[in-house]
């Protein structure tokens, strides 16, 4: 197992990300990130779908470490993009657009089951608490009838929500 630097090194630069490297879901990426983030190595930047066509801005990863974003033009910023690789870290972007579907479970075997269900499907997700938010990158009714399948094997509420500004 390796240990990731600390996330808050005070009086240092910040942490350059020149170049994306790939995407977390290509299959040369996938087992490495899920490796990093079993391992506590995987820190994530957040960026406003908005804000994807800039090139350069400073960030702060979820775990407090600052880096600085510049991108040559070229590059195309999307969600999963990995923007650093190392034995001790791996940073991807997280690109928040579009609407999402909140699910939240109410107990801890539908949560299990909810999130084997999302898994087999491949939906791209995130965790908020108890709940799970899948990002629709479809039609919403493409979603909601394949919950409608998720519903007989597991309790849970659906929410939409929209992408904060």
Do not use: Q
Not at 47 to 66: E, K, S, Y
Not at 97 to 117: E, I, W
């Amino acid at each position: 197992m390796h240990d990731a630097a600390p996330a808050t090194d005070e009086g240092k630069a910040p942490l350059r990300l020149e170049r994306v490297l790939g995407r977390a879901g290509e299959a040369d990426w996938h087992d490495r990130v899920h490796a990093a983030e079993a391992e506590g190595r995987l820190e994530t930047v957040r960026i406003a779908r908005t804000d994807a066509a800039r090139r350069r801005m400073p960030l702060t990863t979820d775990r407090g470490r600052a880096v600085a974003l510049a991108l040559p033009r070229d590059a195309a910023l999307e969600d999963g993009a990995v923007l650093h690789a190392s034995d001790a870290l791996l940073i991807i972007a997280r690109v928040d657009g579009g609407p999402r579907l909140r699910l939240t479970p109410a107990d801890a075997a539908s949560a299990l089951r909810l999130g084997y269900f999302c898994g087999n499907l491949h939906w791209k997700a995130t965790f908020d608490g108890p709940a799970l938010e899948v990002h629709m990158d479809a039609p919403e009714e493409t979603y909601r009838a394949r919950l409608r399948d998720a519903a007989a094997l597991c309790d849970f509420t659906v929410e939409r929500r929209e992408p904060e500004a």
